[in-house]
């Protein structure tokens, strides 16, 4: 939801995503192509890789004292 209101905070990268969906053990595992080896189609998510996280806490907690 930060990233709506200030996407200053973040860095994105496209990366390619999967989850897994076949597998009793690993169902719900995701999957990123962080280094884009993989063969997969087109990167298909943005993927937050880092933030200005002192900048977020002030917008969080600004936020938080906003509530009524």
């Known amino acids: ?8 905070l973040l860095e994105l990268l496209d990366r ?4 897994e969906t076949d597998s009793d053990v690993g169902r719900g595992r995701t999957y990123v192509d962080r280094l ?6 087109e990167p298909d998510v943005h993927v937050a890789v880092d933030i200005r996280a002192a900048e977020f ?4 907690v600004e936020r938080l004292n906003s509530l009524p």
């Open 1 to 8: 939801v930060a990233q709506v209101a200030r996407p200053d």
């Open 16 to 19: 390619g995503v999967r989850i």
């Open 36 to 41: 884009r080896r993989m063969d997969w189609e």
């Open 57 to 60: 806490l002030e917008l969080l």
